[in-house]
């Protein structure tokens, strides 16, 4: 029988501040024999998201920390080899959280099977995988409706421009901000934002009171920092925010203070509510027909950056924190 090895990558150390390449290290393992009710997986693409960033230090949030000397985890989509369970068969394809490696051996109920109806099948990380439900999952919670202004903050990222095109599929005016002229244009030509600015070029608020005059319904959080502090300055009263993610501290070593006008939440009468997406995930096949259903029909547009090798994994992951991606970053495999 033909032994299966697999590259993979692990942790080597835990990173002060942005990572680097010496905190990963790549080592080659070989497979066991494929036991029974058990089903061996090759990758095609996997995912670097900013949220494993939290996962190398030594301390647990919501997920637990990656371990030193452990191949690292996260989202893969990838074609089943050989099965031994009558769940799936070889060519199906799948959905995982064993990304970070080129083979792996898994029980049925760690695998999510997916239609090859979409392609590339990377898609299944971005816009209709975990990022995309993150996007819509966030608009549900503060029932995001015809007619709001919402802005976006990361807006060209992976949920961020997702999002966008989902609010304004419900009718809303879309505000979007980014780190870049060529993200600016993303957002405005590609994505259907009304209003896109480059947070680079002055202060957020200040650019938020130019573009949105009245104010703003709802935020959708992808930075925290300047960019939190300006959206309880625009908020309207009963305004809402959407706390998905804060990318402007996760390489922070030291916490950073909160915004100085939170009290705004209180004047003003807001709800704040967090999200984790794996909160949500009974509502995965809701999810995947309606957005599937806008990909298909073209309302919806994905967009990736394309890592070629696993190789390029360090790189890719460490290239979300200086802005390298425009929407889901993805490093194809195979």
Request: hydrophobic share 40%.
């Amino acid at each position: 029988m033909t032994k299966t090895m697999s590259r993979e990558i692990r942790l080597a150390s835990r990173p002060d501040g942005i990572p680097c390449a010496g905190n990963f290290a790549r080592a080659q393992i070989e497979l066991k024999t494929l036991p029974d009710q058990q089903v061996l997986v090759r990758n095609l693409f996997m995912s670097v998201d900013p949220y494993m960033r939290g996962r190398m230090n030594d301390r647990t949030s919501y997920v637990p920390p990656f371990e030193i000397g452990k191949v690292l985890e996260g989202g893969a989509v990838g074609e089943v080899i050989e099965s031994r369970a009558k769940e799936f068969k070889a060519g199906d394809a799948v959905t995982s959280n064993f990304g970070w490696r080129e083979y792996f051996i898994a029980s049925p109920k760690d695998l999510h099977p997916v239609s090859r109806e979409f392609k590339p099948l990377s898609v299944y990380l971005g816009a209709l995988g975990m990022t995309g439900m993150t996007a819509w999952t966030g608009l549900n919670l503060v029932e995001v409706k015809a007619g709001d202004i919402i802005y976006i903050s990361g807006a060209a990222g992976a949920v961020g421009n997702v999002a966008g095109q989902l609010a304004k599929l419900r009718g809303c005016k879309v505000i979007g901000s980014t780190g870049s002229v060529e993200k600016v244009k993303f957002l405005r030509e590609e994505c259907g934002f009304d209003i896109a600015f480059d947070y680079k070029t002055g202060p957020v608020v200040e650019q938020l009171k130019v573009e949105a005059p009245d104010g703003i319904d709802v935020y959708f959080d992808n930075v925290g920092g300047e960019a939190l502090e300006a959206a309880l300055s625009a908020l309207r009263v009963h305004g809402r925010i959407i706390a998905c993610g804060g990318i402007s501290g996760y390489n922070e070593e030291k916490s950073q203070p909160g915004p100085s006008n939170l009290f705004n939440i209180t004047t003003k009468r807001l709800t704040m509510r967090g999200m984790i997406v794996s909160d949500a995930l009974g509502r995965r096949g809701e999810f995947e027909k309606e957005v599937g259903g806008y990909l298909q029909s073209g309302k919806l547009k994905s967009k990736e950056t394309v890592a070629e090798g696993l190789d390029q994994a360090e790189a890719a992951f460490i290239g979300l924190f200086t802005g390298n991606n425009i929407g889901k970053m993805v490093v194809k495999l195979a």
